[in-house]
């Protein structure tokens, strides 16, 4: 077995982690880009949609639903979020003119809700734990993964 010195192993971890910050850099430009083309086509739905439906007297209101509708589908969770205030608020006014309160939460546990996406999460530790190695050092450099088991780097 051949013996790895401390300075090739530095050298492997930086290409190691640029290549994993390359990797985090290729998902946020791919999101940026999914979000920029779901707004483009749900400005063109929404502006559609106005137009047939004749939503809004003036161009500029249809514009305005074009532009509402794009929002939505960039943004499906703040657009969630509006939807859901909205509906909260007409539930209240509901409430106070003789509504019934009517049911309750139809939803499961909330334990996915945090979800984000598991892999990138796992990529962010990656790159801070090497990150934190090449600045304070250290005897053992991180280990990489290989399928599912951990493989040291000197092997």
């Known amino acids: 077995m051949a013996v790895v010195t401390l ?3 530095r050298k492997t ?3 190691d982690l640029a290549r994993l910050e390359r990797l985090e850099e290729r998902h946020r430009v791919r999101a940026e ?3 920029a083309m779901r707004g ?3 400005f063109i ?3 559609f949609m106005a137009w047939k439906l004749k939503i809004g007297a003036s161009l500029g209101a249809k514009l305005l639903v074009a532009l509402l509708v794009a929002a939505g589908f960039a943004w499906p969770m703040i657009a969630l979020a509006f939807l859901a205030i909205a509906v909260v608020i007409l539930f209240i ?3 106070f003119h003789g509504g019934d309160a009517g049911g309750h939460c139809d939803c499961p546990t909330c334990d996915g809700c945090t979800y984000r996406n598991r892999r990138r999460e796992r990529l962010l530790e990656m790159i801070a734990h090497r990150r934190k190695w090449l600045t304070e050092g250290g005897a053992l450099p991180p280990r990489r993964l290989r399928g599912s088991r951990l493989w040291p780097m000197n092997v």
Do not use: E, K, N, S
Request: hydrophobic share 55%.
């Open 7 to 9: 300075d090739q192993h």
């Open 13 to 15: 971890l930086l290409r």
């Open 33 to 35: 880009i999914t979000r």
């Open 40 to 42: 483009a086509v749900g």
């Open 45 to 47: 739905l929404g502006l």
């Open 93 to 95: 006014f509901a409430l």
